[in-house]
Structure formats: structure tokens, C-alpha cells
């Protein structure tokens, strides 16, 4: 929407996903989405049976007690913050067998793609076309 080339450039220095959603009356899914096909990433909404390595079906490791942790994206996200390293510093505090939920309103695949990276074990679980939750273990 900003016609002005510096200000458009300054701008989007500053400006986090969620700000650039809101401003262009966008859900963040959406505008993640629309990002990833123009930088040809393909959808995000695509998961396993469509090739991508994420775990989606539940592990024999995961048990609901076991879940010690969650933290919510989309809040941090709304604030402007990334919550890549909150979540990261979060799995290096896990104990043995314990886990961390995330909860997310689309799949946040460069965070997936770090914990993979890791070697993290992680299930993805589609709740809805906006609420994924992935749970973390060491």
C-alpha cells in the first residue's frame, strides 16, 4: 500500500508479520502462505502426504501428562515478537521425557526446520485450518 519506495523500504525493516496481516487486512496464515508460493515454498498448509518431512502422525514418545510447557505464537507474533528462540531456549530446559507444546495458527515451518536441525523429536498435529499444536521433545 505505501507508493513512497523509502519509506516502503524503511518500513519493512520494522514491521512484523503480524503488523503487515493487520495493515493489509490479512489472517497471518494467509499472508505466510501468499509469501511462501511468490518465494516458491509452496503452501504451508501442505504436510506429509504431500511430501514435507514433518512428523504428523503421534509418536509412541508422546503422553499429554508429559507436557510440562506451552507456549502460545500467535500471542508473541501479535506483540511483533519471534518466537523462535523463546521456543528454542524452552526445549534445552525440558527434562528427561518431558515435552512442550506449541501452539500455532499455521505450521511455523522455519521453526520446525531449525528443531530438525537439532535433531529435536516433534509431532505436528493439525487441529484446524488455523490451530496446529507441536509438541517437542529432546
Not at 527434562?95 to 521453526?111: R, T, V, Y
Not at 528443531?115 to 523429536?121: A, G
Request: aromatic fraction near 6%.
Amino acid at each position: 500500500k505505501l507508493k513512497n519506495p523509502v519509506l516502503r523500504k524503511t518500513i519493512a525493516r520494522i514491521t512484523s508479520i503480524g503488523q503487515a496481516a493487520t495493515v493489509g487486512g490479512l489472517d497471518v496464515q494467509v499472508l505466510v502462505n501468499r509469501l511462501r508460493e511468490k518465494a516458491g515454498q509452496g503452501n504451508i498448509d501442505q504436510l506429509d502426504d504431500t511430501g514435507h518431512k514433518y512428523n504428523t502422525v503421534c509418536p509412541a514418545w508422546f503422553r499429554k501428562e508429559a507436557v510440562v510447557n506451552t507456549i502460545d505464537t500467535n500471542v508473541m507474533l501479535n506483540k511483533g515478537e519471534h518466537p523462535v528462540h523463546v521456543v528454542l531456549a524452552a526445549i534445552k530446559e525440558l527434562g528427561d521425557n518431558e515435552i512442550l507444546e506449541i501452539i500455532a495458527s499455521f505450521i511455523p515451518a522455519p521453526l520446525l526446520d531449525k528443531t530438525l536441525s537439532l535433531e529435536y523429536k516433534h509431532w505436528l498435529d493439525k487441529k484446524s485450518d488455523s490451530e496446529f499444536r507441536i509438541y517437542f521433545m529432546k
